[in-house]
């Protein structure tokens, strides 16, 4: 086998694996963001409300399990390159998808041959999830301001 050969058949190796991990995250970004996003919704419903403090208290609590999420999202891909072999060190894995999952692009971690697309994969990940989020959490805040003009009106 030529260089070329032996380059593309890592390359596609990486390709794969770092898809298959981004879906991962992807769906769970999805499911977990909507049912937030839902309960926090069908919570506004099903209750009277109490004041605008509590409403707002309300609204970060929800918010914060978005933050969750992401938390596990960045989990998921330590857990997948601990998992594989590709960094020994779950420490090590953690601030090294972190790094790259914000966007910040800094790591002390040195790559093997063949895994240098790993990072723009996170990066990718990461840029998806952060949008998502961002999103779901501005859905909410017209749920919160809907719910707190029918207060008013009343």
Request: glycine content about 6%; charged content about 10%.
């Amino acid at each position: 086998m030529n260089i070329y050969a032996i380059q593309l058949e890592l390359l596609l190796k990486e390709a794969v694996f770092g898809l298959l991990v981004m879906s991962a995250v992807a769906v769970f970004n999805i499911y977990s963001f909507v049912w937030i996003s839902e309960a926090y919704r069908l919570s506004l419903e099903r209750s009277a409300t109490r004041g605008q403090h509590y409403e707002m208290l309300r609204f970060v609590a929800y918010t914060m399990l978005l933050v969750v999420a992401m938390l596990v999202s960045l989990w998921i891909w330590v857990l997948a390159l601990t998992g594989f072999g590709f960094v020994s060190d779950w420490l090590m894995a953690l601030l090294f998808v972190a790094g790259f999952f914000t966007t910040v692009g800094y790591s002390g971690l040195d790559l093997p041959p063949g895994w240098r697309l790993i990072p723009s994969i996170i990066a990718f990940t990461g840029l998806f999830s952060f949008a998502w989020a961002t999103a779901f959490s501005l859905s909410m805040a017209n749920n919160l301001s809907s719910h707190l003009d029918k207060r008013k009106k009343s």
